[in-house]
């Protein structure tokens, strides 16, 4: 297969360019000089002021772009892409009590909602029961409160597990949300090859990010890994790992840096699973992903590119995948939620068009848009309308989804595709030679990479030298829209009073001796070394709650403290 | 506030008290002197354990579980958290606490945070003093923890009663490298995260370096080895009653007075140091040290100076 | 301004600050932003590290006796986490330390906060240097006093 350019075309085009410099450029440049002496992306790559065919030199069609739904994929996994549908638009969702996201819930499926996505508040996140003393004052804000599979019937209270998916981002307690989840499907008699959804379980990214660990590195990835191993024998629709670069993004990263750091999460868990004997053609094609898109329009574009092209590579190169579906990245994508700004919020509708828009060109398969008053608190109802409404717009008004990768060609977006990913690469080699990422995270590697980009970014902020509108360009004294957002009211009081009662009621009329005998088969299970799935699903119909669950891991396991690290 | 109701709040327990005579302590004045004083008074029952490890051996984690096996057996203890962040700008960012965090609210816990100060010699200064506080309030165990790279940190760990050095498997270069400061005079040899495999062979050097006597014997203690896993809460008791073998033996010989003795006189030539150098430091900055500078005579305006800084000085009254 | 440049050099005290992360989220990208800046200001900044309680916060600011309290929450707890905060220091005499809160707070919430004894609110977007001439300022009051 030949290059795109031959020789004699690129040197024309190079002659040109160069008395284009010359003799136009100049003209221009004296007249009017440039906004700012350089330009460059989030990912400090330096943007040229004009993209030819000369920097794409010996540009190989096939080896780089391909056909859609063929190796390298960086044109879609799909032959028709959003031509034959749609992606799926999948809100997160969860607030309060189990009665009110059940209400939620209901009110995104009568709005057109295909998909839907749990949000659970932070004592779930981190496994602890609403009646824990660190728990007051969290209970059921930042998501819904999940003590027991009690709640996670209301949840699913009239809604057909059969027929929608679920997303639910839970980390370390993931086996037990999704021994919930399995429990009240087989209790609305749905089988279990016809339960879908996913769970987050990711548990690199906690340490490297969103900070939400409870075991140590090494547990916890064999947690997850248990999960990932169930799922691929029992559950055949079910997504069990969603390798996360969204978090890594919002905790501050740039965009080179929260792809290079997903993909070597992903290469450890591969590593893993291997190691327990699975053949990576039967887990590969269930490995799904989660990136972030920000406001760096055509960079957040090459990076979604490149992360399939990546990741196609290591399955096949690496790993030896030799399926189709196996090299397959499948991603999720939510809007970025730290571009967002208190000041002048209603700007944040059009920010979150652009990152959907990004998210759309970049070939996602499932996408999130956040709600102007992100920057305040949990979506209103109106807000999160308003963001649904947003994806449908790009999706059946623009055009944009009439055509595969429609930006593929264009010089800038091509090259930037390739800069991207040669800057991943040195990241994962450099992770690569400290033993893959669990060593690299002890070490705090990625923490600080992230930590000092995100001080640095704030600091082009402050003097000027990046800029956000309403920030510190065109910013206004008196922001008097900002009280005219209407904001969520959450009854916090009441909803943790409607725990605690229901926890009460629980552990009162429980068998509470089979919930101990449960609780020590997990123990010696994990003793053993055993696959922790099958004694959590017992632990949970036998109404075991899930602060009494992790802390039986957490005898077993220990607990993560994080290094310092700024 | 009155220097001696903040030192009987802070005896009675007061943390808010002991918090603030600590400040105070941190650059000599007519009040860090009579309050050391009072406590030289009330002092010299504490033991002092200081502990230092390479980078990465998980000495914070070690500390926080060697913390609850100590309250377990009674002890109340004070931290001494010196924080290896350089200084910056003037600025610090301590996050040694971040690991002890957990013990923050145990009544019988006090952990203090001590950064590079700006002149020589002020880190050791203000680390010795929150000691003699520590001491004169009545804490049990007194810990003082660094990284021991530094000047400072060796200093401040040789007045320690009883030296732990941390280690972990594979590190048996460093442990070479490193001959030229602290980790071949500890009393215990911690050998931390030994749940992994390279750790026999790492344990095996130590025990070879003891045999050869690379590891100093001091005072006839035989330095103990001892292998632990923070992580997994494996060996922590061990060490602790080493700890309380140590003191028992130091106790029995004059070895716990005579540390104490060479603390307090090190502290004295720190103290010495500070009050020259900080007022020399002002006088040079203010223009003082030029208006007695006779460019043809060296010595006499050195002569000058000091009979000036030494007028200075008296007018902290130490009545 | 002569004042601010003796807080912060001068041979006396640095400036101290505990930057604290209340409550269960992990969200710890702006404490530590903010922690460094004040850091690059001259000051001594002590970092909790993430999921403190009120009774730890509180703790660590006694016994390192510092001069101001920067909470950071985007767990949407600041109302009940806040008020249990300052309780405590009240209860131990030392309700005197100024206390700053950051993070995403919805506006009707500001005016409670401030009710409860919080100092000052910084929202998502705030320049670092007015967090610094903040604490410049409040610290400074509280010298003269």
């Known amino acids: 297969m030949g290059k795109l ?119 779930t996140l981190v ?218 919020p209603f700007n944040n509708i059009v920010r979150t068009t652009i990152e959907a828009l990004a998210a759309v060109l970049g070939g996602t398969q499932s996408l999130h848009t956040n709600s102007l008053d992100e920057p305040f608190r949990v979506p209103s109802e109106l807000a999160a309308k308003i963001a649904l409404r947003t994806q449908q717009i790009i999706a059946y008004e623009t055009g944009v989804a009439d055509t595969v990768d429609p930006l593929a060609g264009s010089y800038y977006i091509e090259w930037l595709t390739d800069q991207v990913e040669e800057r991943a690469w040195r990241y994962i080699e450099r992770i690569e030679r400290m033993g893959g990422m669990i060593e690299a995270v002890k070490k705090g590697y990625p923490q600080r990479e992230i930590a000092d980009t995100s001080y640095r970014f704030q600091k082009e902020v402050e003097e000027n030298k990046r800029f956000i509108v309403g920030v510190n360009i065109f910013t206004e004294e008196e922001e008097e829209e900002i009280r005219n957002v209407p904001l969520l009211d959450i009854k916090q009081e009441d909803i943790e009073r409607v725990q605690l009662d229901r926890l009460k009621k629980l552990r009162s009329s429980r068998d509470s001796n089979k919930v101990a005998e449960k609780l020590d088969d997990i123990r010696r299970a994990a003793g053993k070394g055993l696959n922790l799935m099958p004694y959590i699903l017992d632990a949970v119909k036998s109404l075991a709650t899930l602060g009494e669950i992790m802390d039986t891991l957490r005898e077993v396991y220990g607990e993560w403290r994080e290094p310092p690290i700024y | 506030m009155n220097i001696y109701k903040l030192f009987d709040d802070a005896k009675r327990g007061s943390k808010r008290s002991l918090g603030r005579l600590l400040s105070i302590l941190e650059s000599p004045s007519n009040e860090s002197f009579r309050l050391l004083k009072e406590f030289v008074k009330h002092g010299g029952k504490s033991h002092v354990i200081g502990i230092t490890g390479i980078p990465g051996s998980g000495k914070s984690t070690l500390i926080s579980k060697m913390i609850s096996a100590m309250r377990r ?207 020399l430091d002002d006088m040079y900055r203010s223009g003082e040290i030029e208006e007695l500078f006779k460019a043809n005579d060296y010595y006499t305006s050195s002569i000058k100076i000091i009979e000036l800084l030494l007028k200075k000085i008296r007018k902290i009254d130490n009545s | 301004m002569e004042r601010t440049a003796n807080l912060l050099r001068g041979r006396g005290r640095r400036i101290k600050v505990l930057v604290a992360k209340l409550g269960l989220d992990g969200h710890d990208r702006g404490a530590k932003v903010v922690a460094r800046a004040l850091r690059d200001a001259g000051m001594e900044v002590i970092y909790t590290g993430i999921r403190q309680t009120p009774e730890q916060v509180v703790s660590a600011a006694l016994q390192e006796d510092v001069d101001v309290i920067g909470v950071s929450i985007l767990s949407g707890a600041h109302l009940n986490l806040m008020k249990r905060l300052i309780d405590l220091l009240k209860k131990e005499g030392a309700d005197d330390i100024p206390v700053f809160l950051g993070g995403t707070i919805p506006i009707p919430d500001i005016p409670k906060l401030k009710e409860i004894g919080i100092k000052e609110v910084f929202l998502p977007g705030t320049h670092l240097n007015l967090i610094r001439d903040y604490i410049l300022g409040v610290v400074g009051e509280r010298k003269e006093h």
């Open chain 1, 5 to 123: 350019y031959n020789d004699k075309a690129i040197r024309e085009i190079k002659e040109k360019y160069t008395a284009w410099e010359k003799q136009v450029l100049p003209r221009s440049l004296n007249r009017y000089s440039e906004r700012m002496e350089s330009f460059t992306t989030l990912s400090n790559i330096n943007v040229k002021r004009l993209y030819t065919p000369i920097d794409l030199p010996d540009y190989n069609y096939m080896d780089k772009l391909g056909f859609p739904s063929q190796y390298p994929f960086t044109r879609g996994i799909h032959a028709t892409m959003y031509r034959g549908r749609i992606w799926t638009m999948r809100m997160f969702s969860g607030y309060g009590s189990p009665e009110d996201t059940n209400k939620r819930l209901k009110f995104l499926i009568s709005h057109g909602e295909t998909g839907l996505s749990l949000a659970f508040d932070y004592p």
């Open chain 1, 127 to 344: 496994g602890l029961d609403s009646d824990h003393p660190m728990a007051r004052g969290e209970v059921g804000i930042c998501g819904v409160a999940v003590d027991s599979l009690w709640d996670m019937e209301i949840i699913f209270d009239g809604i057909d597990m059969g027929e929608i998916t679920t997303n639910m981002t839970i980390n370390p307690p993931a086996p037990i949300l999704l021994s919930m989840y399995i429990s009240v499907a087989d209790k609305q008699g749905v089988p279990r090859e016809k339960v879908g959804g996913t769970t987050q379980n990711d548990p690199l990214k906690e340490f490297i990010a969103q900070k939400s660990y409870v075991f140590p590195p090494e547990p916890a990835v064999k947690i997850a890994m248990d999960l990932v191993e169930w799922s691929v024998k029992n559950l055949p629709k079910w997504n069990p790992i969603s390798i996360s670069g969204y978090h890594i993004r919002e905790a501050g990263s740039d965009a080179v840096q929260e792809l290079a750091f997903t993909l070597a999460d992903g290469i450890e868990y591969v590593r893993h699973l291997i190691d327990r004997g699975l053949d990576v053609d039967d887990f590969a094609p269930r490995l799904s992903f989660f990136f972030d898109s920000h406001i760096n329009f055509f960079e957040e574009i090459a990076k979604f590119r490149a992360a399939r092209r990546m990741w196609a590579k290591i399955m096949k190169e690496w790993f030896g995948a030799e399926k189709e579906r196996s090299m397959w990245m499948r991603f999720h994508t939510q809007t970025a939620g730290v571009s967002l700004t208190a000041q002048q």
């Open chain 2, 73 to 279: 057996k009674g002890y109340s203890i004070a931290i001494v958290a010196i924080d290896p962040t350089s200084p910056y700008s003037q600025g610090a960012l301590l996050g040694d606490r971040l690991r002890m965090q957990e013990h923050s609210t145990d009544p019988k816990v006090f952990i203090r945070s001590v950064s590079t100060r700006g002149v020589k010699g002020g880190l050791s200064l203000a680390a010795l003093s929150m000691i003699e506080a520590f001491d004169a309030v009545g804490y049990d165990k007194i810990i003082v923890e660094s990284v021991g790279v530094g000047q400072a940190d060796i200093d401040i760990m040789n007045t320690a009663h009883t030296l732990l050095v941390i280690t972990m498997p594979g590190v048996g270069d460093e442990i070479q490298a490193l001959k030229a400061g602290i980790m071949e005079i500890g009393d215990v040899y911690v050998l931390n995260k030994s749940d992994k495999p390279e750790a026999a062979k790492t344990f095996e050097y130590l025990k070879f370096a003891l045999e050869t006597g690379e590891l100093e014997i001091k005072h006839g203690w035989t330095p103990r080895i001892v292998k632990t896993s923070a992580i997994m809460g494996m060996g922590i008791d061990q060490v602790v009653s080493i700890i309380d073998e140590h003191y028992n033996y130091i106790r029995e010989n004059s070895i716990f007075m005579d540390k104490l003795r060479d603390r307090r006189l090190f502290m004295l030539k720190l103290l010495v140091e500070s009050l020259f150098l900080d007022n």
